[in-house]
C-alpha cells in the first residue's frame, strides 16, 4: 500500500532562518507531488507542484522554494523565513492520472515564525 | 476569477442528519471534492462528483449540480466522530484544485 510521510511535525524557528521539510511518498511511482499551506480560516494555498524530477511549478511568488531529487521525495526550503510563513505545510500526492485527481496527504508541519 | 463558497460553522446533534453546502466558480469544471479534516491532521478524502446526481458512500452522500455550481455533503446517523472540518474543493481546467476555506461541524450530544 501508498504511504506518505513528511517532517518534522512542529517546530519553531526564528525569522530569517533557514527551513527544510521534507517528504517521501512509498508504494508507488511517478506520484504528483504537491506542497500546500493552510492558515487559519482560510483555504489550502497550492504552493509547489511536480510532475517528475526536477520538475517543479510554482503557484505563487514567495521566498519558498521546492525541489524534487528523487522520484518519490519532495522538499520545500527557504533561506530566509519570514513571520508570514508561519502556518500548517501539507506535503500530498495523487496518482499521474489527472482524471481522480483525489489527494493524499501526509500528516502535516506546523510552522511557527517567531 | 475561481471561488468557493461554504459556510464557516455548522451544529448538529448526535444521530441527526446534517447538510453542508458549497457554491463554486471555477474557470472550466473537472470534478467537485469533499474532504474531512479532523483538528490538527491531515485531510483525507470522501468524495468526488463529476456528473450531475447524488453519489452515496455509506453514511456519506455527496450531491452536484453543475448548472448551479453547487453541491453539498449529506451526513446521516451523525456520530461523535463526525466533529471535524468539511473542505470542498473544485477542479478547474487545469485540474487544478481550488479549496473552500472549510466548515466546521460540530456534534453535540
Known sequence: SQTIHQWPATLVQPVGSPLSLECTVEGTSNPNLYWYRQAAGRGLQLLFYSVGIGQISSEVPQNLSASRPQDRQFILSSKKLLLSDSGFYLCAWSVADRVTGELFFGEGSRLTVL | GQNIDQPTEMTATEGAIVQINCTYQTSGFNGLFWYQQHAGEAPTFLSYNVLDGLEE?????????????YSYLLLKELQMKDSASYLCAGMDSNYQLIWGAGTKLIIKP
Open chain 2, 57 to 69: 458512500k455509506g453514511r456519506f452522500s455527496s450531491f452536484l449540480s453543475r448548472s448551479k455550481g
